[in-house]
């Protein structure tokens, strides 16, 4: 029992020292994303107005020289043009990224609508 809480607790530690967040620019991400689907740039572009910084996982001292890379998943706060309605970007690599090279992304709720859903009364 002992030996499986001590390899549990390394694998926890490992991966808390191998992945953490990090802020990335958005033309940074948009440069990278570009390269192998500039479709999805421009529509993301044409869809939302996206804030200047962001957040990506930042690769840990264990990736080597890739140490302080920031790596899809993205998340980027944003406002949808049409609607004005302030949301979550989440861009991350698609299902068949390893054969394409595509990202894709999500759009969630800003914090500020979460709360505002939470707090309004319910017509149930």
Not at 10 to 19: E, G, R
Not at 52 to 60: A, E, M, P, Q, T
Request: proline share 4%; with cysteine.
């Amino acid at each position: 029992m002992k030996t499986i809480i001590r390899l549990t607790l390394l694998i926890v530690l490992c991966t808390q020292s191998a992945l953490a967040g990090g802020s990335i620019s958005w033309d940074d991400v948009k440069s990278r994303i570009v390269k192998s689907d500039p479709e999805l740039v421009k529509m993301i572009e044409h869809s939302f107005i996206v804030n200047r910084s962001g957040g990506g996982v930042r690769l840990g001292p264990s990736f080597g020289e890739r140490q302080g890379e920031r790596i899809a998943p993205y998340e980027f706060g944003a406002e949808d043009r049409r609607s004005k309605e302030k949301c979550i970007l989440v861009i991350e690599e698609s299902e068949d990224y390893e054969f394409t090279g595509r990202f894709k992304f999500i759009k969630k709720p800003s914090e500020d609508q979460k709360e505002a859903q939470q707090a309004a009364p319910s017509n149930r």
